[in-house]
């Protein structure tokens, strides 16, 4: 990959960072707002119908992350070179638009089918985001990167059995945000280096 791709590759990284640290600010604005929010009882989806604050933090935070998000993938997809990493940007492009809508089609939209259709299409292209560029760590022969990635899918998939959906799902999300920041990372610093993660 020449310096100019590695540069971009860098400067698109640091919207996944964004995006991530977006999501976790709101999330915790969220909690202030929404006292009556329970962590393990309440879904993370249950912001959008707060009828606080929580709700209008919820909808734009969803919107914005989303769209950092699929910013990071369009920048993974168009600017990496090794086929996991572009595959890997392209879900994250999918995973950003289905969040975004997630914030437009909140739980009291219809019968809330909409909102958990997309939600689901979110776990899936995030789940696919992740294995592909895990393997793509593994395969280029970054085993502690792949590791620490099999490691947290492994916590997610045992938190999918032993708890209830509430649970599950903030394990998950936090699971995802850092695996997400992990890889963000590491594309900002490959980029910066001159590293090949790329």
Do not use: R
């Not at 789940?127 to 997610?156: K, P, R």
């Amino acid at each position: 990959m020449n310096a100019d791709a590695k540069k971009h590759t860098a400067a698109f990284g640091w919207f996944g960072i964004f995006a991530v640290a977006v999501f976790a600010c709101i999330w915790l604005a969220c909690t202030v707002m929404d006292t009556s929010w329970v962590w393990g009882t309440s879904t993370i989806s249950d912001f959008g119908i707060s009828k606080t604050d929580a709700a209008s933090y919820f909808k734009y935070g969803c919107v914005l992350t989303g769209a950092l998000l699929a910013v990071f993938g369009v920048g993974e997809a168009c600017n990496k070179s090794k086929f996991g990493f572009v595959l890997a940007g392209v879900m994250f492009v999918l995973a950003g638009i289905c969040l975004a809508l997630l914030g437009v089609f909140t739980l009291d939209h219809g019968n809330g089918n909409v909102h958990h259709a997309f939600a689901y299409l979110f776990m899936i292209f995030m789940l696919a985001a992740i294995i592909a560029a895990s393997a793509n760590y593994w395969y280029d022969g970054h085993e502690i990167i792949g590791g620490i990635s099999i490691a947290l899918f492994c916590v997610a998939a045992a938190a999918a059995f032993a708890y209830p959906f509430a649970h599950f799902e903030v394990i998950a999300a936090v699971i995802g945000l850092t695996w997400t920041t992990m890889h963000s990372a590491l594309t900002v610093a490959s980029g910066i280096k001159g590293k090949d993660f790329q």
